[in-house]
Nanobody, 124 residues
Framework: QVQLQESGPGLVKPSQTLSLTCTVS??????????WTWIRQPPGKGLEWMGA???????YYSPSLKSRTSMSRDTSKNQFTLQLSSVTPEDTAVYYC????????????????WGQGTQVTVSS
């Protein structure tokens, strides 16, 4: 059974960088052909696909967030991370990490395992 767990600060000030980590257990992040994904859901809105890091280490970002997003991984810890720079209150959302067998999109059915989500609020 694969499990994912997000961790990171719940409150970030405007203009700062949001950093989240997803810790994976029950499966390796280097196993072909999985994509490890970050998705968020702002209050009252739908899911937004932010990006993914592939089993190979390759990264893929949403065009709308690409200039502010960076993803990386630590294979020794079986973790992958998200950094979102220059945050504004519009980045307030529940952030999820998830596993997909492809790049996927903003749909629950594209992923077979999800973290429980972590609330991040951007406020001074």
């Amino acid at each position: 059974q694969v499990q994912l767990q997000e961790s990171g600060p719940g409150l970030v000030k405007p203009s700062q960088t949001l950093s989240l980590t997803c810790t994976v257990s029950g499966g390796s992040i280097t196993t072909t052909y999985y994509y490890w994904t970050w998705i968020r859901q702002p209050p009252g809105k739908g899911l937004e696909w932010m990006g993914a890091i592939a089993y190979s280490g390759g990264t893929y970002y949403s065009p709308s967030l690409k200039s502010r997003t960076s993803m990386s991984r630590d294979t020794s810890k079986n973790q992958f991370t998200l950094q979102l720079s220059s945050v504004t209150p519009e980045d307030t959302a529940v952030y999820y990490c998830a596993r997909g067998s492809g790049l996927g999109g903003p749909y629950y059915s594209d992923y077979d395992y999800w973290g429980q989500g972590t609330q991040v609020t951007v406020s001074s």
